[in-house]
């Protein structure tokens, strides 16, 4: 006997960008899947990168979780065509970074080159630096919004990200931090003493909303940097509540757009409190 179909929604195409650098991807990968297994009228795909243009181009709707993953010009281009025609993508955490590496012997320093403008200009945003991680307030800027709708204020342990910004974004969560990003090029953006974290975008008959909370990093992830074994793994940014409800709307958003209400699961705040 058949189980009763949880979405009103016909077939959505979902395509899952999850990989790159200094992460746990696994971790990552298997989290918002199990978000997206909550709709039973998803059917999706997963990709390492964006060099798959066919399948991004057919997605209804690209989420995506990547550090330092580049994609080039046609890539990013083919994507901002599907957006402009109706389709969502959703960027979290580093998706919005291309990060070169201090060179071995060299001043341990990281910089963020302008390396795929292409995506960047799709994203509204490029990565420049974090601070060190430490607990930090989230403040909601629009309560109103329904990915934030009901969600306090909050504080999480997790990578707050100074960035270039586009104009015109509509940021629904940001962060106060006005202070230097150790490590990084770029220590700060003058003037600028609030981060969005949560933001939106329309790109033609589409949309991007980029949530840059997120980090997860396992045993072996920064191999490349001369640790082998970290001997601990850290997914402190995921067991924030908020943070879960807010990813969960944010998911519920890729699959469904504004027509969240849909989906049978529905999506009350007050749930992932019990």
């Known amino acids: 006997m058949g189980t009763p179909a949880r979405c009103t929604a016909g077939r959505v195409n979902v395509a899952l960008v999850c990989g790159g650098r200094w992460h746990d991807f696994d971790y ?13 009228s998803v059917r999706c795909s997963v990709h390492q ?23 080039g010009g046609e890539e990013a281009l083919a994507l901002r065509d ?19 590496a201090p060179v ?28 060190k991680i430490t607990p930090t307030l989230i403040e909601i800027v629009n309560p109103d919004h329904p990915l934030v709708s009901g969600v306090p204020a909050f504080v999480t342990t997790d990578e707050i990200y100074v960035s270039e910004l586009a ?31 949560l933001f939106s975008r329309p790109e033609g008959n589409g949309a991007v909303v980029s949530f840059t909370l997120g980090h997860c990093r396992g045993r072996f992830d920064v191999a490349d940097q001369g640790i082998d074994d970290l001997g601990v793994t850290d997914a402190a940014a995921w067991e924030s509540p908020e943070f ?31």
């Open 104 to 131: 071995p012997g060299a001043e341990r320093l990281f910089r963020t080159p302008d390396a795929m403008p292409e995506f960047s200009a799709l994203l509204g945003n490029r990565f420049l630096a974090h601070p």
């Open 49 to 71: 990168d964006f060099s798959d243009v066919a399948a991004l181009a057919a997605a209804d709707a690209v989420v995506a979780y990547t550090c330092d993953v580049r994609p």
């Open 28 to 40: 990552a990968r298997l989290q918002i899947l199990q978000l997206l297994g909550r709709h039973d």
């Open 244 to 274: 879960r409800a807010v990813l969960r709307r944010c998911v519920d958003w890729a699959v469904h757009g504004d027509e969240v209400a849909r989906c049978y699961p529905g999506d009350e705040y007050s749930k992932e409190q019990q």
């Open 82 to 100: 599907r957006v402009r025609a109706g389709g969502r993508l959703l960027a979290l955490h580093a998706t919005n970074s291309a990060i070169d």
């Open 167 to 197: 104009d015109g974004l509509e940021v629904i969560m940001d962060a106060p931090y006005d202070g230097p990003c150790p490590g990084f090029e770029t220590q700060q953006v003058a003037g600028r003493t609030r981060h969005p974290v």
